[in-house]
């Protein structure tokens, strides 16, 4: 007879596969080392392993319980990844729409689009009447983009999902899945050692949206989706971002320094809302 993961377990294994994956990143980082790091607005060095590791940790250990967040994501850290990769300047829906109307595809939409989609698939797979898998989408989709906004500064994301999951735990064991790999690595983050950049937040919001839309129903579903989408227009009504940030983000070609107010570099400028 299998039996799934409970709470405790799918919280160890979260962790346990975070910390595996964020050591091997560390030992062994694909295109060297130098394509893995940041420097923060205190000029301390940091890197993004944070980021892959935490999505494969959080999928790994949702998986078994919930295939469809698992899904959502995966897709969620490779459009963040691409992000961290590819992205620009630019903040908010508006100036990524923008773009794409004048024929340029943005990371944000690459983003928008992908993680949209794969939110969707997901909130199709976890209910059954089309407005529920509408709903649930939503509201995928929507945390990943919540999480996103509020990681401007070190352990900001990783909090959040500890705090938005630790309801979630009442309701089965989605949630553990996320709160696990946000907590192998605050220490690591709020130490301003890494980040995780818009591949893990957006795949760790996306795994606490899951397991949000796993466990409630159409009202529940249409509360969360309503808050949302009040986050998202409060956020863009302020330029694409909840709290100030300090700069601006770094191109690819200038290696991640950015200067900063103190004439060293941001941290923030590779921490993108959109």
Known sequence: MNRRPGRAGTFAAALGATRLAYGLLKRR???????????NRAGRP???????????????????TAPGVALAVAAAAACGRYDDLRGDHRRGFRAHLAALREGEVTSGTVKL?????????????LKERPVDRLLAGVVIAGTAHLVNLVDVRPGYAGLTVLGLG???LLRGA???????????????DLGERTMLGDTGAHALGAAVGGAIAAGNGRLGLAAHAAGLIAAAVWAESRGGGFLPR?????????AGRAPSRDGGADEDSVRSPM
């Not at 980082?29 to 420097?39: D, E, I, K, S, V």
């Not at 689009?113 to 199709?124: E, F, K, N, T």
């Not at 989605?174 to 605050?186: C, D, F, Q, S, T």
């Open 29 to 39: 980082p694909p295109g060297g080392p130098h394509a893995w790091q940041r420097t």
């Open 46 to 64: 940091v890197t993004l392993h944070a980021g892959p590791a935490a999505a494969f940790g959080t999928a790994a250990a949702v998986l078994p």
């Open 113 to 125: 689009a992908g993680i949209g989609a794969a939110s969707l698939v997901a909130g199709a797979l």
């Open 166 to 168: 630790a309801p979630g």
């Open 174 to 188: 989605p949630a553990a899945a996320p709160m696990g790999a946000a907590a192998a690595l605050l220490g690591e």
């Open 246 to 254: 300090e700069g601006e983000r770094i191109p690819p070609s200038d």
